[in-house]
């Protein structure tokens, strides 16, 4: 069955930088575009950077914008989200997503879901 799983992230302090990981299975993961979204406290779920298939295109929010990377390794099933400079707001829980379209900040084109990992930026 398909397979997003994320790791990394925790509890970090503001100005620290920290870094996201997500593994595909179950499907071909070179063939999708991929996303991260982010859900705050209380909040709905927005839309953080995604990358096209090949790695050649990434597109960010505008809260990520030179703070974060993303990145993929198709060799591994990898998705990648370097973190840095990381702000009280970017307190959430991260998803990955996998798009069989054009990888756009639109998460109803997402098709795969994962479950989620919990970064918390304190002062």
């Known amino acids: 069955q398909v397979q997003l799983i994320e790791s990394g992230g925790g509890s970090v302090q503001e100005g620290d930088s920290t870094s996201l990981s997500c593994i595909g299975s179950g499907f071909t993961f070179d063939a999708y575009a991929m996303a991260w979204f982010r859900r705050a406290p209380g909040g709905g779920r927005d839309f953080v950077a995604s990358?096209?298939?090949?790695?050649?295109?990434?597109y960010y929010s505008d809260s990520s914008e030179g703070r974060f990377t993303i990145s993929r390794d198709n060799a591994k099933n990898a998705l990648y989200l370097r973190m840095n400079n990381l702000k009280l707001e970017d307190t959430a829980v991260y998803y990955c997503a996998a798009s069989r379209l054009s990888g756009t900040a639109w998460d109803g084109e997402y098709e795969y879901w994962g479950q989620g990992t919990q970064v918390t930026v304190s002062s």
């Open positions: 990358v096209t298939w090949s790695g050649s295109e990434t």
